[in-house]
């Protein structure tokens, strides 16, 4: 977060003008912070969706999860909404994106991350 606040905004527009200048696509890693961000993995909505990796992974994956707490992660929050405003801030001047998975880092179901 201390580089967030320490950011250099002029440089940052003039970053992203060359990206969308040089046609540089862009795979951002939003939902992966988020999901840690806010621990959606904890939710039994969410894990109901290990059942579609192997059950090895599903249990290994479900002890770890047992073990984080419920706590939200303010600091990760305001990453993540940050991220997501430079994402906007990047479309706005043209930056084009393609879609990635970062499954299956921090309980990220392969596929299904994809589209949400």
């Keep these: 977060m201390k580089a967030i ?3 250099d905004y002029i440089k940052l527009i003039e970053v992203i003008g060359v990206l969308a200048k040089n046609q540089t696509w862009q795979i951002p890693t939003l939902f992966l ?3 840690f961000a ?3 993995f904890k939710k039994d ?3 109901k969706n290990f059942n579609s990796i192997p059950f090895e992974i599903r249990e290994k994956w479900l002890d770890k ?3 984080i ?3 939200v992660d303010k600091k990760r929050q305001s990453y993540s909404n940050w991220a997501m405003g430079i994402i906007n ?3 706005k001047k043209g930056v084009k994106f393609m879609a990635g998975t970062d499954a299956p880092i921090f309980f990220l179901i392969p ?3 994809l589209h949400d």
């Design 69 to 71: 707490d419920d706590e």
């Design 89 to 91: 801030l990047m479309d």
């Design 65 to 67: 999860i047992s073990e």
């Design 33 to 35: 912070y988020r999901t």
């Design 111 to 113: 596929g299904l991350s």
């Design 38 to 40: 806010n621990k959606t």
């Design 5 to 7: 606040d320490d950011i």
């Design 45 to 47: 909505s969410w894990k």
